[in-house]
């Protein structure tokens, strides 16, 4: 059995748990913002609004690893207000199928900022996370949670985090990882599914599932500083290829019996070779030698937080979205010769040499 995650715990008050208790009381500010949120006409004439705000009745909200307890407007008003600066960049009717949706996470490295980015946009108001790992001081170049959580379980940082921007989430956790065994349970109830593990062979089984149920994988993986993302639509054709073909006709067998360096060339073989930036080929061709393990960055891991809970966004309001890859390039719209004829030339000459040394 896993352990138990942490969560907040509604009160009928603002009784204090011990003498050290935070009480955090910002309530009137928040029925200011709803009667504008509420009465947008008034929004330039704040002398009209009434002197007694009306009041739908808060909540206390104890967070037990902060200590604190905080005093909130309840879930309907409390999502109408933290969500009101979204419009209409997303229109209400997106919103509420955006924040209904059921949203699985495998792997919560990239995973962490992909789950922060959807909740914070309002989104995913159901998330179900898996990972086993706990937070190293090496992950914290890419994961955003400070020294303090050094130890703790990745998946109990994340869910904290989800937590503390949305008190009323529901967030069930697989501390386990995903398994064989427990992937029927992850896969129920999902509108979307998140594939940021580093287990290529549970990535296969991910998409047998996908497969089975219907279900959208997004993944994204960091690239140096840019990201690749993959769509996979098996809610729209289940026939579909997993990995879009490019793996071939490997098996999960197979997948599961790679080494650290087998990971890395297979994982090479689905970016491919010719979108790999030169550093990043410089960088795997060092593993074991002068770096522990292929390197990422935290700003790549936030660009593909952002860039998946668009997709996410997308695909639950039913519009339009690639349906295989994109690649989120700065490198190839923030340096001034990158787009050169030389430039191009000089990356596909590294590119050709990477594959042959690889052997792809």
Same mark, same amino acid.
């Given at each position: 059995?896993?352990?138990? @995650?942490?969560?907040p ?12 208790? +935070? ?19 008034? &929004?330039?004439? !704040? ?8 009041d ?12 604190? +307890?905080v ?8 999502? #109408? ?11 209400? *009717? ?8 059921? @949203?699985?996470?495998g ?12 909740? #914070? ?13 706990? %937070?190293?001081? &090496?992950? &914290? ?31 069930e956790? =697989? !501390?386990?990882?995903?398994?064989? /065994? ?13 594939? *940021? ?7 296969y089984?991910?998409? /047998? ?5 219907? @279900?959208?994988?997004v993944m ?10 993959d ?11 997993? =990995? ?5 006709n490997? &098996?999960?067998?197979? %997948?599961?019996?790679l ?7 297979? @994982?090479?073989?689905h970016?491919?070779p $010719?979108?790999?930036? $030169?550093?990043?080929?410089d ?43 994109? #690649? ?7 340096? !001034?010769?990158?787009?050169? !004829? ?19």
């Open positions: 059995m896993g352990k138990k @995650i942490a969560k715990i509604f009160l009928d008050g603002p009784e204090k748990q011990n003498e050290f208790t +935070i009480v955090v009381d910002d309530y009137k500010e928040q029925l200011r913002e709803l009667f504008f949120v509420q009465n947008p006409t008034l &929004t330039f004439q !704040p002398e009209k609004a009434p002197k007694k705000l009306p739908p009745g808060g909540r206390w909200v104890y967070y037990p690893w902060l200590n604190t +307890i005093h909130i407007l309840p879930e309907q008003e409390f999502f #109408l207000v933290r969500t009101a600066r979204n419009r209409n960049l997303i229109t209400a *009717e997106e919103q509420e199928k955006f924040y209904n949706s059921t @949203i699985g996470i792997g919560l490295s990239i995973g962490n900022s992909v789950a922060l980015a959807i909740v #914070l946009q309002g989104g995913g108001q159901r998330i179900k996370l898996a990972d086993f790992d706990r %937070l190293s001081l &090496t992950n &914290t170049n890419r994961v955003r949670a400070g020294v303090q959580n050094l130890g703790l379980l990745k998946i109990e940082i994340t869910a904290r985090q989800i937590y503390e921007m949305n008190p009323y989430a529901v967030v956790c =697989f !501390p386990d990882g995903l398994t064989p /065994e427990n992937l029927d349970k992850f896969f129920s109830g999902l509108d979307v599914m998140i594939d *940021e593990l580093d287990n290529i062979a549970i990535k089984l991910v998409r /047998e599932k996908a497969k089975q149920y219907r @279900i959208p994988v994204a993986a960091d690239n140096g500083d840019n990201a690749v993302v769509i996979e639509r098996y809610d729209l054709d289940p026939n579909l290829a997993f =990995f879009h073909g490019r793996l071939g490997i &098996t999960h067998e197979e %997948l599961a019996k080494d650290k360096f087998g990971i890395g060339k297979t @994982i090479t073989k970016i491919g $010719e979108n790999v930036t $030169e550093r990043m080929q960088s795997l061709l060092d593993i074991g030698k002068t770096i522990v393990s292929w390197p990422q960055l935290g700003g790549a891991a936030l660009i593909n937080g952002a860039a998946v809970a668009y997709c996410v966004r997308k695909i639950v309001c039913g519009q339009e979205l690639e349906s295989n890859r994109a #690649l989120i390039s700065p490198d190839a719209v923030l340096i !001034p010769d990158f787009n050169t !004829p030389a430039s191009i030339t000089k990356r596909k000459k590294i590119s050709a040499n990477f594959k042959k040394i690889f052997g792809l």
